[in-house]
């Protein structure tokens, strides 16, 4: 199947060549969503469906707007900026077979070995199993590391190879106790609070307030030997300075079963909660996490331990992280005591991890990254899919299916009145744009003597409106996912071995490797575009294209 993803929403066609469509979006697994996204047909027999947010809401069926957009007296050309494909089709990673081959392992760590028997990779070290067995080896224990019944606290941290100038170090608390009375109330209440990193419309994370006393063991931190660092300030900044140490005989008396915790805790402070690509940032961080401490996915419990708001793949904490518990907030640790009297609650292990903007995904956004293959990233993307119950979504193989993103302008834009005051990152001529692209196709397929054989189906895709289990599948059943630089490109992550990824640079996003690096990591075909103004000029982009086409074809 070939499927080009072309991200916008507004396709132009006359209305008596129009009759509506509605696609399903649901894999016939879960029923809990029943959103449909209808769509058109044009005149060349080719589906365009078209996802509005004035007229599509989630779990809800509607008809898309179809209407023709604005023409520009002016076209900008973009023929001098350069262009950049990457193709790497190196088959470091051996297709998988449409079945759940993860989920029958209990641990990340396992998942990620099975994973890198398939590999051929150079950069296992960095983005793969050696880093998670690195990681366990490079621990340090700041004074706290004895585990007896006389001292049974215990407190350690390991140093995992994130990025360059700084390892992240994210820490294990065994047997202590937390007194719920001295946490901040208004990390339950989904507020936005202060952010840790002044970007990205402030939702990059919020630091709650454990005041003195919170956190409670039994052995002497070295807290002059814990230096505070900007990798780590969750446990720096928050989980460190409230730690007071108590006699063991304390701790026996505070600690009964009525109020103990024997499953791992997992805390999370979150990057962001609306943008994608920085939720998998969170999400891969956590993944990695997982595997450098052994963590049992049917047996850990999540805590979100940040006041950011819960956002649109908020769900995915439980899926993927806390399948058997129910995720809380900090705030509403004391739900979790059956012993109503006490306000202290004792947790016989407590992981603390680092904030995602340092994490192995962000590690070479400002360059391209010379690795070539991650078992990491490429677990990852398959365990979400099983997860989802997806595995076995692929390009339908008489489509060539193209997922065009229409990225529109969003609140976190810095607008002063109504005058945008940084680019925007929108293609105006979209409809134009899918025309061509539609062209593009069927001209190559004509070529290969495949004319007639394959129906080529260019989507105009707002993924803004859709539900993440509706992005997943619509970027699993893609040949070729194009769009500028943005959040929606982030699917891309989910793509099969066999399909491509185009980004088109503008503006002050040129420089950034995110999805470069991505695909480059999972083995996929990436090319890169570099346009000027909001308008695509297609002589200047048609040769990259037929580039990725032709590549997808031989595939």
């Known amino acids: 199947m070939f499927y080009l993803a072309l991200v916008n929403q507004i396709v132009s066609v006359e209305p008596n060549q129009k009759e509506q469509i509605k696609v399903d979006l649901n894999d016939g697994n879960n029923n809990n969503n029943n959103q449909r996204v209808e769509g058109v047909v044009s005149n060349s027999g080719s589906s365009v469906p078209s996802t509005s947010a004035s007229n599509s809401k989630v779990g809800a069926t509607s008809t898309a707007t179809v209407s023709r957009s604005p023409q520009s007296s002016t076209t900008p050309s973009t023929s001098n900026l350069p262009k950049t494909n990457v193709n790497n089709n190196n088959n470091n990673i051996k297709p998988s077979a449409n079945q759940n081959l993860l989920l029958q392992y209990n641990t990340v760590y396992e998942m990620i070995k099975h994973t890198q028997k398939n590999f051929s990779g150079n950069c296992n070290g960095r983005y793969g199993l050696e880093q998670t067995l690195n990681a366990r080896k490079n621990v340090q224990s700041f004074g706290c590391d004895e585990n007896t019944p006389t001292s049974p606290t215990l407190f350690q941290c390991h140093y995992i190879e994130a990025r360059e100038d700084e390892p992240l170090r994210v820490c294990k608390f065994e047997n202590i106790i937390i007194d719920t ?28 307030e454990l005041k003195n006393y919170a956190v409670q063991g039994t052995c002497n931190i070295d807290k002059a030997q814990f230096k505070i660092t900007s990798r780590d300030r969750m446990i720096s900044r928050i989980w460190i300075p409230p730690y007071t140490p108590i006699s063991s005989s304390q701790y026996q008396s505070k600690c009964t079963d009525q109020n103990t915790i024997h499953e791992p805790v997992v805390m999370v402070s979150r990057y962001d909660t609306t943008n994608l690509y ?48 129910d995720v809380i907030r900090i ?98 001529n979209m409809e134009e744009f899918a025309q061509n692209c539609e062209k593009a196709v069927k001209e190559a397929l004509q070529r290969k003597g495949k004319k007639g054989e394959v129906k080529v189906v260019p989507r105009i895709v707002d993924f803004a409106v859709m539900t993440w289990k509706e992005q997943l599948e619509m970027a699993k059943r893609a040949d070729l996912i194009v769009g500028v630089h943005g959040a929606g490109m982030a699917n891309g992550v989910f793509l099969e071995g066999k399909s491509a990824l185009l980004e088109i640079w503008k503006g002050s996003r040129n420089g950034n490797y995110h999805y470069e690096n991505l695909a480059r990591w999972l083995g996929l075909a990436y090319f890169r575009v570099q346009m000027a103004g909001e308008r695509v000029v297609w002589n200047d982009i048609s040769a990259t294209f037929d580039e990725a086409v032709e590549g997808i074809l031989e595939r």
């Open 181 to 208: 009375s001295k946490i901040d109330k208004k990390s339950d209440q989904n507020q936005r609070g202060q952010c840790f990193y002044n970007g990205n419309g402030c939702t990059s994370g919020s630091q709650v």
């Open 278 to 325: 920085h939720t998998l940032e969170d999400f891969i961080q956590v993944f990695n996490l997982y595997s450098v401490f052994d963590l049992p996915l049917n047996n850990t419990r999540l805590v979100i331990a940040d006041n950011l708001k819960q956002g649109p793949f908020f769900d995915g904490w439980k899926l993927f992280y806390s399948r058997n518990y």
């Open 331 to 428: 705030g509403s640790l004391d739900s979790l005591r059956r012993d109503k009297k006490s306000q202290e609650l004792c947790f016989k292990k407590v992981i603390i991890g680092a904030l995602a903007e340092f994490s192995i995904v962000s590690r070479h956004v400002g360059r391209s990254d010379e690795c070539r293959s991650s078992s990491t990233i490429k677990t990852f993307s398959q365990f979400v899919t099983e997860s989802f119950n997806m595995s076995h979504i692929e390009p339908n193989p008489l489509e060539f299916s193209i997922v065009l993103i229409d990225r529109k302008n969003y609140k976190n834009d810095k607008w002063k009145g109504d005058q945008r005051l940084d680019d925007t990152r929108r293609i105006e």
